[in-house]
């Protein structure tokens, strides 16, 4: 498993460690090849340097397998004059508007720490962030039967199967009023359908008289019924911290993956790959899962 995200403590580390990427004959890197030559093959964070008015400016890129870059922005960006986007939709908002793996600072308390995310920029108008995507033709290469300390801090990987962590998710939501969609495809052959929720919170971990991670979610429309409803003001359960309203059971372990349960789900979006509790059930409806996303966008509309 690749790290896909990381915390400001990090990146002083590898601030502080960068003479060890330099190269042999004491230049500075300038990018993922000179990083890779100096022989540091590991998919990470490092840290490379720009000439700017002949001024050297230590900058921090993540290099993949490919040596693809990904740069980190600073408070401003340099290079594009942009300023620190918090999510998806404000990335489109400055012209980014290409989707796949990108950066934001969602942290309100400390908006100088950036997050590897994956970005939507194309279904229902774009500008979603990716919280969830599950996706059985990944070979279920994330496991999701995890702790509350693991869903709180997210796993998986950004270009696979990941969770974001219900950190980020209360920090995205938290700011704004926002809206949820939850595409899925089935395992069968009734196809693809979504689920959309104008309304969507997940409160902090600690919260006065709250339980953990506290989901709220409403107005919904879309093509698959409304199946999430039902775990609206739950607090979050895991296979180590039984939050449901099951009294005999632990739902997230015998489901096998975190969630709101209540008693226990209609829907279970975490649940592993090619059972019947990866699922999406409603009034409506029942759909066993072949792939789901969740992602998340500020609300256009009051
Ligand atoms: C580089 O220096 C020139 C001349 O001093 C200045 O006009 C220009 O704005 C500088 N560029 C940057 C990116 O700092
Ligand atoms: C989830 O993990 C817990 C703890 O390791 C385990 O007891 C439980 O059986 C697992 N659930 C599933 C469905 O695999
Ligand atoms: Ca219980």
Redesign the pocket.
Known sequence: MKLTYFILGLLALVISDASEHQAEDGSSPRNCQDIRENGFVEVGHYVVYNTVNNTEEAIMIYCDEKDGMLQLMDKEDRTAGRSAARNCKELQDQGISNDGVNIIYPFPDHPETPLLVLCDQTTQGGGWTVILRRDDSYDALTDFNRTFEEYAAGFGDVNYDFYIGNEVIHALTDSSLNELLIPIDDTGTVGSGYAHYQYFHVAARYEWNLPPYKMGIGLYEGTIGDGLQWHSGMGFSTTDQ?N????????AADWGGGGWYRDCATVCLTCPYGTYFFSWWSKDSYWELSKAQMMVRPSSST
């Not at 449901?244 to 739902?251: G, I, K, P, V, Y």
């Open positions: 039984d449901d309203e099951n009294d005999d059971d632990n739902c």
